[in-house]
């Protein structure tokens, strides 16, 4: 892999007319009145139409898929294709009915791959950086480390569109707290939650169109990743972890937990490239489970 210190093109942030505050409203209605087989079993079906009703997204998931899998051929690309809608639709589902009941929550965790990594990042006394992507439910992901660890957690999220989707998601009771990323004082906020040996969850899979972008090879071409993470945790010398959450076959979720990264002084970079060499290869893993509706290594389109 190769690191470069200006980003390809200012990313836009993607939006869809789909993400406002009645359709999550709609959803947890429905999935309230059903048990989980049913609604995941009714999403799995809709989802794939949906995704056919939506031809900008369904363009960029069948070009991001060229790069993490050109040997498909066309029809088993569009299959992966209508599998990615599919698992976005039950990973939403499991969302809206789960996001803030704690026995809920208990019960989709199947377990925690690099549990002793975690166990031991929390032993070094500087707190530790969980940095995730949009790879499975992410949203969950947060929320169910959280339920496993007596230190607070904080989880860095980005404004909404529309903020009565952001009082659905992250208002009342949760297991974790919510740190709006543009917030003023939010690299503040989490330096000293580090400084307390605290928790820190992060998306690291989306640039941010700034200086603090880098680019990275990434399944063999430069796409853009935020800097961000590795400047925060070579700040407050904390440790930096892989965690994503996989949705499995048997409809519950596994976290897995990589190796800690320590970022050592103007080493932000080098720490970067070895995380986006722990994306691309769960990226590898579960291809239909990354969700990323827009040209990933040219900047999200206009919407």
Known sequence: MSVASVPLAPPRWYAHGLNRAAAYRAAALVSAALP???????????????????????????????????????????????????HFAMCFADLVSSNRKAGALRSLLAGIDGLDRLDAAARGGRGMILLTAHLGNWELAGRLLGLQSPRPTHVVVAAEVDPRVQRFLRSGPAPVRFVTRTHPTASLTLLAALRRDEVVA?????????????????????????????????????????????????????????EPLRVEADGERAALERWVGALEAAVRRNPEQWFNFYDVWGGAPAR
């Open 202 to 258: 992060m998306q690291g899979d989306r640039a941010l169109g700034t200086r603090g972008d880098a680019t990275v090879d990434f399944f063999g071409a430069p796409a853009s990743f935020p800097l961000g993470p590795f400047l925060l945790a070579r700040a407050a010398g904390a440790p930096v972890l892989s965690a994503f959450c996989a949705l499995g076959r048997d409809r519950r979720y596994t976290i897995s937990v990589g």
């Open 36 to 86: 989980r087989r049913a609604r995941l079993a009714i999403a799995a079906g809709v989802g794939p139409l949906v995704g056919r009703r939506l031809p900008g997204e369904r363009a960029m998931v069948r070009a991001n898929l060229a790069h993490i899998a050109p040997s498909l051929d066309a029809p088993a690309r569009e299959r992966m294709v209508d599998d990615v809608f599919r």
